[in-house]
């Protein structure tokens, strides 16, 4: 099996979303009175828009293309929607890092399962040792991360919030990586979808949104998720996904988590047991297994069925 440059420019791409996709529970700790939906809301709500904005003319110019993918894109506008919502929720009442790791790391098996039963694609075994070698990074991480909760039962919803963000975060990856394999660009897919899941959060920001206007500190922070980790972070994550499988991107994702880890202990002050280190390591290893070319050669002469 050779892993194509494309794919290995690509996986470039999403690795580089996630890393600044990390740093949103740290620059949402500098806001602490503005609450999970506003902080949402500013970001993918604001970011999604800018997607739409940087499209422009080309929008226009693929209306038909999108017009009959339309049942796609407003499924994956509904899902950037809904995401926000539930990730930032989930931080606020589990915790940063267990919002984070339940958010993200739930995302490959939910895409495995999106794949599985609509497009009919087949895991191959490097994708599931890769994933399941993060998944279990992403596990510890979880255990030794304590939670930032009032009660066992705001944990408990916590968590749950992060399985729907992970879920909503495969949707909306799959729908914007099969709007792309269609044959419309990614610059439109990805304005098409997350401008409609802009739309869609204007409403939820209006409502919200006014203690991001107390003060410049919480004002520069929904500017800087907006522009940096969502407007930013998804164009590379477009051109990610154009050249990977929904799948493969969300288990990329998995550095997210490490990224939020060791900025949690150098900002935010927060210790990490040699326990949660190793979970760092894994997500590492996942990561390797996923984009390090391998090479296979095999006799002129033999068929080698693909995985």
């Not at 970001?43 to 993918?69: F, I, K, N, T, W």
């Not at 979880?142 to 909503?168: C, I, K, Q, Y």
């Not at 990805?190 to 500190?217: K, N, Y």
């Not at 095999?298 to 693909?306: E, I, L, M, N």
Request: charged share 10%.
């Amino acid at each position: 099996m050779t892993v194509s440059p494309g794919a290995g420019l690509g996986a470039l791409f999403v690795l580089i979303a996630a890393v600044l996709w990390g740093t949103t529970g740290t620059a949402a700790t500098f806001a602490p009175d503005v609450g999970p939906l506003a902080i949402g809301a500013a970001a993918m709500g604001v970011g999604g828009l800018l997607q739409a904005l940087l499209a422009g003319p080309a929008l226009a110019s693929a209306r038909d293309e999108l017009r009959r993918r339309w049942v796609t894109v407003a499924v994956g506008g509904l899902a950037v929607a809904i995401y926000p919502l539930a990730f930032y929720s989930s931080m606020r009442l589990a915790g940063v890092a267990v919002g984070t790791v339940i958010s993200i790391g739930s995302a490959p098996i939910a895409s495995a399962v999106i794949e599985r039963l609509i497009d009919r694609h087949r895991l191959s075994a490097r994708w599931v040792v890769g994933a399941g070698v993060g998944l279990v990074g992403v596990a510890l991480l979880s255990v030794v991360e304590p939670a930032r909760a009032a009660g066992a039962g705001n944990t408990a919803l916590g968590v749950l919030l992060g399985l729907l963000a992970g879920a909503t975060y495969a949707l909306y990856s799959w729908a914007a990586h099969r709007t792309m394999q269609g044959g419309v660009p990614s610059r439109v897919a990805m304005g098409a979808i997350f401008g409609a899941g802009g739309v869609l959060l204007m409403p939820v920001l209006f409502i919200t949104g006014a203690p991001l206007l107390d003060s410049w500190t919480n004002f520069s922070v929904g500017i800087y998720m907006a522009l940096v980790p969502m407007f930013l972070g998804y164009v590379f994550f477009g051109l990610g996904l154009a050249r990977v499988k929904a799948s493969t991107a969300t288990t990329l994702s998995l550095a997210e988590p490490v990224v939020a880890a060791i900025l949690a202990v150098l900002i935010v002050g927060e210790r990490l047991p040699p326990v949660g280190w190793a979970g760092v390591g894994l997500v590492i290893a996942s990561l390797a297994v996923l984009t390090v070319p391998v090479r296979r050669t095999a006799p002129a002469a033999v068929d080698v069925p693909r995985l």
